[in-house]
């Protein structure tokens, strides 16, 4: 089975050297992986918790494309799209915002850090925070759990959020009484560099200390690292590679071989000037050739509009179906499909095709039950009332693992019952008439056996 990985990338800014070994090499280097089926998003929904700026946000979502498929991105391989062009995953925001509790938002590190800031300067608490930025970590759950994540690559200061969508998810799962989402795990990846800024300290927007990657050309690229601090020590002195960050900044790009040469150079005490020539022609030699796709890519924005539509395409061919049956978990059905007591009529769907399901409920009573649909929307079972959700998801489970053999059926006053370790725990086809019930039992059986043969 392959792992699903996914992650998303924010689209306020213009991607810098860091941006690029940190996170988009490394994440392209998985995504080749065979085992890995990756999915990565432009977060351009969160972007607007940051930015007001339509001009910055457009601009943005557009380099940042062009950057992923610049740096060997391969969207046959990849599920590569922007959020904001699949409508599952407002939709599901909605579901997890009504079963996340709102003290787990308060404990939030952003939303925290906010208020303590305000109350420091001795502000209204939540003076300047809008419920964007309170709601973050529920969008963000819905960006993982809308396609059943199974990792997701993060810096350290989001492990928080994925803990939070975990957290939500197992909420889901309770209330509704069933495993609809898989527990996403944070991937921290250990090894992978922190580029040193400018100015030493590690490379970050909010720092303003950045080497740009493509945008600025080869020229801003030169003039950047030109800037890079360094000691005093004159040509001729001897450099400690290991405080350097020219040095850092060159073993992210070379290989062994290479930085045992650079690290040479610089204790025989070559310049300092001379070292960032060295170091600026080590980057260009592995960013030139895709600055030159990038540049293809940004004066032709239809062809990468093309490309994140087919991603938003194939997205949704996994998001869709998935919110559809959390849409009929939580009650939101067909209003046909109540009125009758059946499933809304399925003629124009060839019968064959669909596989029998379970669909969960809560009842008048707030108890939990289930019902039992066979692929053509015929309801075949409906189950007694249980006081706890898990008790009802884990009798689904077992129908499932069992197969036709869980077909035991007692005759009693209340209609045809499906009995389970010789307790009564569905009530076969309800509403249907007597002696109807050979043809029906066949088709439970028939339904039950589908089930056990997907899992
Ligand atoms: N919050 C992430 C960041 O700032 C971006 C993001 C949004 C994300 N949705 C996501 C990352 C889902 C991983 C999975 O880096």
Redesign the pocket.
């Known amino acids: 089975m392959q792992t699903r990985v ?5 689209t306020t800014g213009t991607p810098h050297l860091g941006n690029y070994v940190g996170a988009i090499r490394p994440a392209i280097a998985a995504s080749r992986r065979d085992e890995v089926d990756a999915f990565y998003f432009m ?1 351009d929904y ?1 972007a607007l918790i940051k930015s007001d700026d339509p001009a910055r946000i457009e601009r943005s979502r557009l380099e940042i494309a062009a950057t992923w498929l610049a740096a060997g991105l391969d969207p046959e391989r990849v599920t590569f799209y922007r ?1 904001s062009d699949i409508p599952e995953i407002p939709e599901l925001t909605w579901f997890l915002t009504c079963v996340t509790a709102k003290g787990l938002l308060n404990r939030a590190h952003a939303y925290k850090a906010a208020v303590d800031k305000n109350v420091a300067e001795g502000e209204d608490a939540d003076a300047g925070i809008t419920a964007g930025l309170y709601m973050y970590p529920v ?2 759950a819905a ?2 759990l809308a396609f059943n994540a199974h990792q ?1 690559p ?2 350290r200061d ?1 492990i928080q ?1 994925i803990e939070m969508a975990r957290d939500i998810a197992q909420r889901f799962n309770h209330t509704y009484g069933r495993d609809f989402f898989v527990l996403p795990e944070a991937l921290i990846e250990e090894q992978v560099a922190t580029l040193p800024g400018l100015d030493g300290r590690k490379m970050s927007k909010s720092y303003d200390n950045t080497i740009p990657l493509f945008a600025a050309g080869a020229k801003g690229m030169r003039e950047a690292i030109l800037r890079v601090v360094t000691d005093s020590r004159l040509p001729g002195e001897p450099k400690d590679p290991d405080s350097s960050a020219l040095f850092t900044l060159f073993r992210a790009f070379a290989s062994e071989a290479e930085s045992q040469a650079f690290r040479t150079a610089l204790v025989d005490g070559i310049g300092w000037g001379e070292a960032k020539q060295v170091l600026f022609e080590r980057i260009e030699a592995d960013v030139a050739p895709m600055r030159a796709r990038y540049d293809e890519l940004m004066a032709r924005p239809a062809q990468i509009e093309a490309v994140l539509q087919e991603g938003a395409r194939k997205a949704r061919a996994v998001a869709k179906p998935l919110v559809a049956e959390l849409r009929d978990a939580i009650g939101l059905r067909s209003g046909a499909a109540v009125a009758l007591g059946t499933p809304a009529p399925t003629a124009a769907v060839p019968k064959a095709d669909k596989p029998p399901r379970f669909a969960s409920f809560r009842d008048a009573d707030g108890r939990f039950r289930f019902r039992l649909f066979a692929g053509d929307g015929e309801e075949l079972l409906l189950s007694q009332p249980f006081d706890d959700p898990k008790a009802a998801g884990q009798i689904q489970k077992r129908l499932r693992s069992l197969g036709a053999a869980a077909a035991v059926v007692q005759s009693t006053p209340a209609g045809t019952m499906l009995e389970l370790d010789g307790v009564a725990i569905a009530r076969l086809q309800p509403g249907a008439e007597e002696g109807a019930m050979d043809p029906a039992l066949a088709r439970l059986r028939q339904a039950l056996d589908q089930l056990a043969a997907q899992d």
């Open positions: 996914l992650t998303g990338i924010t977060a969160h959020q969008l963000m960006d993982i997701v993060v810096g989001q959020h």
